[in-house]
T-cell receptor, first 117, second 114 residues
Framework: AQKITQTQPGMFVQEKEAVTLDCTYD???????LFWYKQPSSGEMIFLIY??????QNATEGRYSLNFQKARKSANLVISASQLGDSAMYFC??????????????FGAGTRLFVKA | GAVVSQHPSRVICKSGTSVKIECRSL??????MFWYRQFPKQSLMLMAT?????????EQGVEKDKFLINHASLTLSTLTVTSAHPEDSSFYIC??????????FGSGTQLSVL
């Protein structure tokens, strides 16, 4: 069963505007972590932001913020002041399990973001 | 930040040959590494979890004998695609978890089997 859902295959945003990339997840484990990664055309995976299931506040990292709504099981990524270099594929991911051991991380289908000049 | 090195970045091989991909954590020890496969314009699919000093844990549907994983040290995991066929052509990417939650990824390997 699919556990990470990204419903937007592609998104367009005007440069300097904000954009929200949607992500919903499904898990029965009370302890989990949520991530967003950026993958440019080069293929590398770039970590953007992390939210733990017990974190009280929404995570922020520079222009990135994570809108964590636990009851709705959503973890949307908000990118403020979009830049042309933000054009890339964005993946939402979830790590299930406790601690920092070998629990696996699974990825959503991804959303391709296009920033227009 | 932590660095994970993956080599080679691109490999082209003939059908029937074996290809080895290396994944190294350069500045930290990784007891666990993960191998993912990514088809064009698709998401990353977890293939296996590589544990240092023990056997890898494979995801359902991934052939253990086809994709051999060895995690001989705390800084090195290798994935060997044995008797490669054109359908094995894909982008393979490794990752490692340090003491924090996030994964650090290698730069990936594009495998093309002719």
């Amino acid at each position: 069963a699919q556990k990470i859902t990204q419903t937007q295959p592609g998104m367009f945003v005007q440069e300097k505007e904000a954009v929200t990339l949607d992500c919903t997840y499904d898990t029965s484990d009370p302890s989990y972590g949520l991530f967003w990664y950026k993958q440019p055309s080069s293929g590398e995976m770039i970590f953007l932001i992390y939210q733990g299931s017990y974190d009280q506040q929404n995570a922020t990292e520079g222009r990135y913020s994570l809108n964590f709504q636990k009851a709705r099981k959503s973890a949307n990524l908000v990118i403020s002041a979009s830049q042309l270099g933000d054009s890339a594929m964005y993946f939402c991911a979830m790590r299930e399990g406790r601690g920092t051991g070998g629990f696996k991380t699974i990825f959503g289908a991804g959303t391709r973001l296009f920033v227009k000049a | 930040g932590a660095v994970v090195s993956q080599h080679p970045s691109r490999v082209i091989c003939k059908s029937g040959t074996s290809v080895k991909i290396e994944c190294r954590s350069l500045d930290f020890q990784a007891t666990t590494m993960f191998w993912y496969r990514q088809f064009p314009k698709q998401s990353l699919m977890l293939m296996a979890t590589s544990n240092e000093g023990s056997k890898a844990t494979y995801e359902q549907g991934v052939e253990k004998d086809k994709f051999l994983i060895n995690h001989a040290s705390l800084t090195l995991s290798t994935l060997t695609v044995t008797s490669a066929h054109p359908e094995d052509s894909s982008f393979y990417i490794c990752s490692a978890r340090r003491d924090s939650e996030k994964l650090f990824f290698g730069s990936g390997t594009q495998l093309s089997v002719l």
